[in-house]
């Protein structure tokens, strides 16, 4: 069973870094894309970005709201993903979806985490 | 870069059929996928490759996509289909792309 269990959600002060964890099991890390999706309070879905699978060399993609602050990497020992964000902003609070990627043409995010809940105060 | 856009709210009576629609430039060539979110839980793959379903999801849901527009359509609509829908597409410069989502209510 794939299972995805997103950690590190913090309350945290703005200018500041945080780091969330999303633990994988059920699968291959490194034969999937693993990536990150947020949702502001009331909000919808917000792509944050990936990194892709072995087959894809394992690059990263980002939105263009988050690139160069934050970036996603992965340990495939440990079957573990990393949301890394620097330069947190109070725009950046949300619920932080860890999200399974597959490529069928085009990529789909077939399993979710329950979501860890990020707040950037002033 | 890519955008969607998806009507805020649609509502529908139970056992009616509704039809959620996702907008977007030439949307026809690309994968449209569909994302169900019932309140505080987290979203669910609902169709994926335009018309396909996963495992598990009940047979009243498909998709369909062509010229600029996808569409989820719900047959039968039960009190449980109440939630969010989000479209998905793929675009090459800009990643995953999000419609802005649709509010189901099943009067």
């Known amino acids: 069973e794939v299972q995805l269990v997103e950690s590190g959600g913090d309350f945290i002060q703005s200018g500041r870094s945080l780091t969330l964890s999303c633990t994988a099991s059920g699968f291959n890390v490194g034969d999937y894309a693993v990536g990150w999706v947020r949702q502001a309070p009331g909000k919808g879905l917000e792509w944050v970005g990936f990194i892709r699978s072995r087959d894809f060399r394992g690059t990263e993609q980002y939105a263009a709201s988050v690139k160069g602050r934050f970036t996603i990497s992965r340990d495939t020992s440990k079957s573990i993903a990393y949301l890394h964000m620097n330069s947190l902003r109070t725009e950046d609070t949300a619920i932080y979806y860890c999200?399974?990627?597959?490529?069928?043409?085009?990529?789909?995010?077939?399993?979710w985490g329950q979501g860890t809940l990020v707040t950037v105060s002033s | 870069s890519y955008e969607l856009s998806q009507p805020p709210s649609v509502s529908v009576s139970p056992g009616q059929t509704v039809r959620i629609t996702c907008s977007g430039d030439k949307l026809g060539d690309k994968y449209a996928c569909w994302y169900q979110q019932r309140p505080g839980q987290s979203p669910v793959l609902v169709v994926y490759?335009?018309?396909r379903r996963p495992s598990g999801i009940p047979q009243r849901f498909s998709g369909s996509n062509s010229g600029n527009t996808a569409t989820l359509t719900i047959n039968g609509t039960q009190a449980m289909d109440e939630a969010d829908y989000y479209c998905q597409a793929w675009d090459i410069s800009t990643g995953v792309v999000f419609g802005g989502g649709t509010k189901l209510t099943v009067l």
């Open positions: 490759q335009d018309d």
């Open positions: 999200t399974r990627g597959t490529y069928r043409g085009s990529y789909l995010l077939d399993f």
